[in-house]
């Protein structure tokens, strides 16, 4: 029996059972912008960077399941238009001067930026207010950059154990805390070799003693763009899941 | 007591259940004040939960605070129609009475003074919560008593009574209002049926939500209890969010039993023991006659085990309803977002599918309804669904309540049968009676749609203009404008922050309108509200996004000359103010000569 | 298909607002190709001249602008680029964005200038805000000029590549949008 499909801009893309249109979408080495997403994790449906166009209407692509003869519309203009403008909106929401982040070449939002050819911020800059938590030995946390992906919450409760993040705050003063009552990541029981230590997309937790440890300019991204990174993306067996 | 059996008797009371954690919170706020960092620290240990995730609840919510707020809190309702009554003025001079800023703490730490959103008192404004307690139909004379009732430090048991006074204002009933129902008889009608054709009835009424998105009660019900589950539970949508709204605390008033008659007829078709009413902190002050409703049901054998007297293996039917209190978070209207906060966390709304009607409460198959729809499903399954259907219009049967405010002689309640049209209710409210013609109708809220005259024409039905139930009236005195600006403001405060659009698209669109506000708007700026607009509606999370910029759209297109008389005729302005920016380095330097200034506009090329 | 070459040279006038020349520097770094740039366009207001005032030689083609907007001084010069051009470029991260100076603004400017004149240890005796009329004041926070002015393109980059100033540039002249694409867009 032939395997089912679904259409990807007038391609067919064939689906295993349980399988979000997103991560179909990689599977067939379809490279899908994206921000909360993370093979590891069930899906989050945060940043809307997969939104796509699915029989018509929009959704995001990661929380969609896949089914057999779905018309789905994902590199449009329109769509990426609209990428455009949420990568825009993240970049004046937080503080991100590149220039002097450690995730610099690494970070995915940078990344998208320039697969998407993001070229300003456009909007008026948020400058927010957020301090810097450097009480932990190893660990450094920049909030400036946070995009409120949730993928340290999820990392750590959902693998670690320990549920060291949580958000706190509603809509625009929404904003990342840790487990401490004094809030200071050096006071919670985190240690640099958790998994929620490796998987922010961004600049935010970041190991300490280590200044650019890989150059500029032979980082991840600097290489090749993020678009051809997608075998990194595929999707793995999401532990603790029903397969 | 002190401090620390205080949580330990508000814990024991919830039996250390992190599900309950919503009202161990404000119980334990209403019996210590505000949340401190120890206080936190103490809930997430008796509830064995992470304290990052206790805190995160405690301050997604408007009426938790972690920081301490005074003795008295007095929170002005900012809705439109509170500011068409003078509520900004009257607040304003509050805090100049009480030598305070809006939402500071006075030095003493006696009062603070803050905006909120709408608490449901349209008809009787302007309205304020004093320690979350609703007080209406504020004048210059209560702010003054009220003013020397705080500094004198007395407690809210000997305010004057009638200040608390909630007036119904029911101005026309139909078949819901106008019942006559004696409890229990819409029960025993549905345990004669059976629960087979008690579910028929309800499909055969073709009863549909009354919170707004209009789905099909019967079919909702039927996937509900044909989802497998452990068990399953009815929750009754009293969260009442939407500014201009307020027919759900009428129903609740005056007919609980009629709303927790039709809970529990859900409960019986679709086989749930436990129903839950989600009502919104501002309408705490209904929550000891709500409970008193309960126990009188429950003693009258309506409620509990063995209703009417149903026990045995297959006839035997249990349940009960209990009150759950939500803390100031209009999001919480939306279904899955209230289920959340039910479980004791932040109101985000849920990834769907799966849906509340499968995975709903605790995961168990859930029906989620709005109270009016409760009132309904009690009316129909006492007298059935054909009768029920032969009120309103084809495609919406039955009547509907309408919470009218704003510019009129007559606000309140009023209950009509589908397709009434929107200039029959203009008229029987008196609208524009004596002020001057009606210039727009805003109608089911700020997420909803906005009317012109020339709409005064079309009807309230699923099939023309679906409605919550919000009616607010602006004649021609009104800006709409203001009124706009007033809804951006509300949508910017609630967007519970979980998806990009609307997070961040919600405040840049405040910024904007703030901007032309200010004058300094420009006809890029009503393209960039399009932007944002048309990103909202394609990406954002749940209906609060999608709908966030409808005042902007409706109005720009039936109103526009409401922004272009505020533009500047520039094709460009500066984001901020110029000559404001440098007020800091004025102050430090004591310059004010012209070098000290920045004119606001590009200066006239040479 | 390629845009028909101008008839005549594009004027071009650039500046640094609140930058640290770095892009003016990487635009020197086109190296022998700025010979090629010379047939194309002349340069009116700019580091590279001694024109004061751009515009004083008729109107401008292109304005290039450099570093963000943090006093007077800057929104008076970029307003007068924004008058006096047709095309105005944002070039470089502080010009997109605030860059680096915009790293005070979380900080309140007046506690910046106490700091700084009146409380820090080690000023000289009678130090003060300065407070002469020939010193253009500072903003209360620092901006990326498209806050000020409609900006037409943006450069990001602290700086941005010398070969991406060139491609964006000889896009620009040739009449095409200008395309970066990998290994050019930069913001750091
Ligand atoms: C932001 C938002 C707020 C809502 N607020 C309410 C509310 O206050 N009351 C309500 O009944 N439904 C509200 N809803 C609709 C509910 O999600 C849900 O559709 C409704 O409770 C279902 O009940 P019904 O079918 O009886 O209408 C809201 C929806 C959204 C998106
Ligand atoms: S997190 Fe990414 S976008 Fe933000 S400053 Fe760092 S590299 Fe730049
Ligand atoms: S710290 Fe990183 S992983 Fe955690 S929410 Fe912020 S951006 Fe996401
Ligand atoms: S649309 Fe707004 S309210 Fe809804 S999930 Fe997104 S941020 Fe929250
Ligand atoms: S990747 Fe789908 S919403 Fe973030």
């Given at each position: 029996?032939?395997?089912?499909?679904?259409?990807?801009?007038?391609?067919?893309?064939?689906?295993?059972?349980?399988?979000?249109?997103?991560?179909?979408?990689?599977?067939?080495?379809?490279?899908?912008?994206?921000?909360?997403?993370?093979?590891?994790?069930?899906?989050?449906?945060?940043?809307?960077?997969?939104?796509?166009?699915?029989?018509?209407?929009?959704?995001?692509?990661?929380?969609?399941?896949?089914?057999?003869?779905?018309?789905?519309?994902?590199?449009?203009?329109?769509?990426?238009?609209?990428?455009?403008t949420l990568?825009q909106m993240l970049?004046v929401e937080g503080?991100?001067?590149?220039?002097?982040?450690?995730?610099?070449?690494?970070?995915?939002?940078?990344?998208?930026?320039?697969?998407?050819?993001?070229?300003?911020p456009h909007f008026n800059l948020l400058y927010p207010?957020?301090?810097?938590?450097?009480?932990?030995?190893?660990?450094?946390?920049?909030?400036?950059?946070?995009?409120?992906?949730?993928?340290?919450?999820?990392?750590?409760?959902?693998?670690?154990?320990?549920?060291?993040?949580?958000?706190?705050g509603r809509g625009i003063r929404k904003?990342?805390?840790?487990?401490?009552?004094?809030?200071?990541?050096?006071?919670?029981?985190?240690?640099?070799?958790?998994?929620?230590?490796?998987?922010?997309?961004?600049?935010?937790?970041?190991?300490?003693?280590?200044?650019?440890?890989?150059?500029?300019?032979?980082?991840?991204?600097?290489?090749?763009?993020?678009?051809?990174?997608?075998?990194?993306?595929?999707?793995?067996?999401?532990?603790?899941?029903?397969? | 007591?002190?401090?620390?059996?205080?949580?330990?008797?508000?814990?024991?009371?919830?039996?250390?259940?992190?599900?309950?954690?919503?009202?161990?919170?404000?119980?334990?706020?209403?019996?210590?004040?505000?949340?401190?960092?120890?206080?936190?620290?103490?809930?997430?240990?008796?509830?064995?939960?992470?304290?990052?995730?206790?805190?995160?609840?405690?301050?997604?919510?408007s009426?938790?605070?972690?920081?301490?707020?005074?003795?008295?809190?007095?929170?002005?309702?900012d809705n439109i129609?509170?500011r068409?009554?003078?509520?900004v003025?009257?607040?304003?001079?509050?805090?100049?009475?009480?030598?305070?800023?809006p939402g500071?703490?006075?030095?003493?730490?006696?009062?603070?003074?803050d905006a909120t959103s709408c608490?449901?008192?349209?008809?009787?404004?302007?309205?304020?919560?004093?320690?979350?307690?609703?007080?209406?139909?504020?004048?210059?004379?209560?702010?003054?008593?009220?003013?020397?009732?705080?500094?004198?430090?007395?407690?809210?048991?000997?305010?004057?009574?009638?200040?608390?006074?909630?007036?119904?204002?029911?101005?026309?009933?139909?078949?819901?209002?106008?019942?006559?129902?004696?409890?229990?008889?819409?029960?025993?009608?549905?345990?004669?049926?059976?629960?087979?054709?008690?579910?028929?009835?309800?499909?055969?009424?073709?009863?549909?939500?009354?919170?707004?998105?209009?789905?099909?009660?019967?079919?909702?019900?039927?996937?509900?209890?044909?989802?497998?589950?452990?068990?399953?539970?009815?929750?009754?949508?009293?969260?009442?969010g939407?500014p201009?709204?307020?027919?759900?605390?009428?129903?609740?008033?005056?007919?609980?039993?009629?709303?927790?008659?039709?809970?529990?007829?859900?409960?019986?078709?679709?086989?749930?023991?436990?129903?839950?009413?989600?009502?919104?902190?501002?309408?705490?002050?209904?929550?000891?006659?709500?409970?008193?409703?309960?126990?009188?049901?429950?003693?009258?054998?309506?409620?509990?085990?063995?209703?009417?007297?149903?026990?045995?293996?297959?006839?035997?039917?249990?349940?009960?309803?209990?009150?759950?209190?939500?803390?100031?978070a209009y999001v919480?209207?939306?279904?899955?977002?209230?289920?959340?906060?039910?479980?004791?966390?932040?109101?985000?709304?849920?990834?769907?599918?799966?849906?509340?009607?499968?995975?709903?409460?605790?995961?168990?198959?859930?029906?989620?309804?709005?109270?009016?729809?409760?009132?309904?499903?009690?009316?129909?399954?006492?007298?059935?669904?054909?009768?029920?259907?032969?009120?309103?219009?084809?495609?919406?049967?039955?009547?509907?309540?309408?919470?009218?405010?704003?510019?009129?002689?007559?606000?309140?309640?009023?209950?009509?049968?589908?397709?009434?049209?929107?200039?029959?209710?203009?008229?029987?409210?008196?609208?524009?009676?004596?002020?001057?013609?009606?210039?727009?109708?805003?109608?089911?809220g700020p997420s909803?749609?906005t009317?012109?005259?020339?709409?005064?024409?079309?009807?309230?039905?699923?099939?023309?203009?679906?409605?919550?139930?919000?009616?607010?009236?602006?004649?021609?005195?009104?800006d709409i404008f203001d009124v706009v600006r007033n809804f951006i403001h509300f949508f910017a405060h609630e967007s519970c922050g979980f998806c990009t659009p609307c997070r961040v698209g919600t405040t840049l669109l405040k910024n904007l309108v703030d901007k032309i506000a200010g004058g300094h708007g420009t006809?890029s700026d009503l393209n960039e509200i399009h932007n944002i607009n048309r990103v909202l509606q394609?990406?954002a999370?749940?209906?609060l996004g999608h709908t966030a910029g409808n005042p902007l759209a409706h109005t720009l297109?039936?109103?526009?000359?409401a922004y272009?008389?505020r533009l500047?005729?520039?094709?460009?302005e500066p984001a901020f103010d110029?000559?404001?920016?440098?007020?800091?380095?004025?102050?430090?330097?004591?310059?004010?000569?012209?070098?000290?200034?920045?004119?606001?506009?590009?200066?006239?090329?040479? | 298909?390629?845009?028909?070459?101008?008839?005549?040279?594009?004027?071009?006038?650039?500046?640094?607002?609140?930058?640290?020349?770095?892009?003016?520097?990487?635009?020197?770094?086109?190296?022998?190709?700025?010979?090629?740039?010379?047939?194309?366009?002349?340069?009116?207001?700019?580091?590279?001249?001694?024109?004061?005032?751009?515009?004083?030689?008729?109107?401008?083609?292109?304005?290039?602008?450099?570093?963000?907007?943090?006093?007077?001084?800057?929104?008076?010069?970029?307003?007068?680029?924004?008058?006096?051009?047709?095309?105005?470029?944002?070039?470089?991260?502080?010009?997109?964005?605030?860059?680096?100076?915009?790293?005070?603004?979380?900080?309140?400017?007046?506690?910046?200038?106490?700091?700084?004149?009146?409380?820090?240890?080690?000023?000289?005796?009678?130090?003060?805000?300065?407070?002469?009329?020939?010193?253009?004041?500072?903003?209360?926070?620092?901006?990326?000029?498209?806050e000020?002015?409609?900006?037409?393109?943006?450069?990001?980059?602290?700086?941005?590549?010398?070969?991406?100033?060139?491609?964006?540039?000889?896009?620009?002249?040739?009449?095409?949008?200008?395309?970066?694409?990998?290994?050019?867009?930069?913001?750091?």
């Open positions: 029996m032939s395997e089912p499909t679904f259409t990807l801009d007038g391609r067919e893309i064939p689906f295993a059972a349980g399988q979000s249109v997103m991560q179909a979408a990689l599977a067939a080495g379809v490279f899908v912008p994206h921000l909360c997403y993370h093979p590891e994790f069930r899906p989050h449906g945060s940043c809307k960077l997969c939104t796509m166009k699915i029989n018509g209407r929009h959704a995001t692509s990661c929380t969609t399941p896949a089914a057999a003869g779905l018309e789905v519309e994902s590199d449009t203009p329109e769509i990426q238009d609209k990428r455009r990568l970049l503080n991100h001067f590149c220039p002097s982040c450690e995730k610099s070449g690494e970070c995915k939002l940078q990344a998208l930026g320039y697969e998407l050819g993001v070229l300003t207010d957020r301090p810097v938590d450097a009480s932990h030995p190893d660990v450094l946390l920049d909030f400036n950059r946070c995009i409120l992906c949730e993928l340290c919450v999820r990392a750590s409760a959902e693998v670690d154990k320990k549920s060291v993040f949580a958000l706190a904003h990342l805390i840790v487990n401490a009552e004094s809030g200071k990541l050096g006071d919670t029981d985190f240690a640099l070799t958790d998994k929620a230590a490796q998987v922010c997309p961004v600049g935010v937790i970041l190991p300490k003693k280590c200044g650019f440890c890989v150059p500029i300019g032979q980082r991840r991204f600097d290489a090749a763009p993020i678009s051809q990174h997608v075998d990194e993306f595929k999707p793995v067996a999401i532990p603790g899941e029903r397969a | 007591m002190n401090q620390h059996d205080a949580i330990q008797a508000v814990l024991a009371r919830h039996g250390n259940d992190g599900t309950r954690l919503m009202q161990i919170l404000r119980e334990t706020q209403e019996a210590l004040g505000w949340l401190a960092p120890e206080t936190l620290t103490a809930i997430a240990r008796g509830v064995n939960w992470p304290r990052a995730k206790v805190e995160g609840t405690a301050s997604f919510y009426f938790f605070h972690t920081r301490p707020l005074g003795l008295y809190r007095v929170l002005w309702s129609t509170d068409m009554l003078g509520s003025e009257l607040m304003q001079a509050m805090c100049q009475k009480l030598w305070l800023e500071r703490v006075s030095e003493d730490g006696l009062v603070s003074v608490t449901g008192m349209c008809d009787q404004g302007p309205a304020v919560l004093v320690n979350y307690r609703a007080v209406t139909r504020m004048t210059p004379e209560r702010v003054d008593r009220m003013v020397e009732l705080i500094r004198s430090r007395t407690p809210l048991a000997d305010w004057p009574q009638d200040w608390f006074r909630v007036e119904d204002n029911v101005r026309r009933s139909d078949i819901l209002l106008g019942n006559d129902m004696v409890p229990g008889d819409a029960l025993r009608a549905c345990l004669a049926r059976g629960t087979e054709s008690t579910l028929n009835e309800v499909k055969a009424a073709q009863l549909r939500g009354r919170g707004g998105a209009g789905f099909t009660t019967g079919l909702k019900w039927e996937a509900c209890r044909n989802a497998p589950g452990k068990t399953r539970y009815v929750v009754c949508n009293a969260d009442e939407e201009g709204t307020f027919k759900d605390r009428v129903l609740l008033t005056r007919q609980p039993d009629l709303v927790f008659e039709g809970m529990t007829v859900a409960a019986y078709a679709i086989g749930a023991s436990k129903g839950y009413v989600y009502l919104r902190g501002e309408y705490r002050y209904l929550l000891e006659s709500l409970n008193s409703a309960l126990a009188r049901r429950r003693e009258a054998g309506l409620l509990g085990k063995n209703i009417l007297g149903r026990s045995g293996a297959n006839g035997g039917f249990d349940f009960d309803i209990e009150v759950h209190l939500g803390a100031g919480c209207g939306e279904e899955s977002a209230l289920i959340e906060s039910l479980e004791g966390k932040r109101g985000v709304p849920r990834n769907r599918p799966p849906y509340p009607v499968t995975h709903g409460f605790l995961d168990q198959p859930t029906v989620v309804n709005n109270v009016e729809t409760f009132a309904a499903a009690a009316l129909i399954a006492l007298r059935g669904g054909d009768w029920y259907k032969s009120f309103g219009t084809p495609r919406s049967a039955g009547t509907k309540l309408l919470s009218v405010s704003g510019d009129c002689e007559r606000p309140g309640i009023y209950e009509y049968p589908f397709g009434v049209t929107v200039q029959q209710v203009l008229e029987e409210c008196g609208a524009g009676v004596g002020t001057g013609d009606t210039q727009a109708v805003q109608i089911s909803g749609i009317l012109g005259p020339d709409e005064f024409g079309r009807r309230i039905a699923f099939e023309d203009i679906p409605t919550a139930g919000a009616f607010m009236i602006f004649d021609l005195r009104r006809r394609a990406a999370h749940c209906g297109e039936k109103f526009r000359p272009e008389r500047k005729s520039l094709e460009f110029l000559d404001a920016a440098l007020s800091q380095a004025r102050q430090m330097t004591g310059r004010d000569d012209a070098g000290a200034h920045l004119a606001n506009e590009l200066e006239t090329p040479r | 298909m390629n845009a028909p070459l101008p008839r005549r040279k594009l004027r071009v006038a650039t500046t640094s607002l609140a930058g640290c020349f770095g892009c003016h520097m990487s635009f020197l770094d086109i190296d022998e190709r700025l010979l090629d740039l010379l047939e194309l366009v002349e340069f009116d207001r700019s580091p590279l001249t001694d024109i004061k005032h751009c515009g004083t030689r008729g109107p401008c083609d292109i304005g290039i602008i450099e570093g963000g907007v943090c006093n007077a001084e800057n929104v008076h010069v970029l307003q007068e680029f924004r008058r006096n051009c047709k095309i105005l470029v944002a070039l470089g991260a502080c010009a997109v964005n605030g860059g680096l100076p915009a790293q005070r603004n979380h900080l309140d400017l007046r506690d910046i200038l106490a700091t700084v004149y009146q409380t820090e240890a080690g000023l000289a005796q009678g130090t003060q805000i300065p407070n002469d009329p020939e010193l253009p004041l500072p903003l209360n926070q620092v901006h990326p000029i498209h000020v002015v409609k900006v037409d393109y943006f450069l990001p980059g602290c700086p941005p590549p010398a070969d991406a100033i060139w491609k964006f540039l000889t896009d620009l002249i040739a009449g095409r949008t200008p395309q970066l694409g990998h290994g050019l867009i930069h913001y750091d």
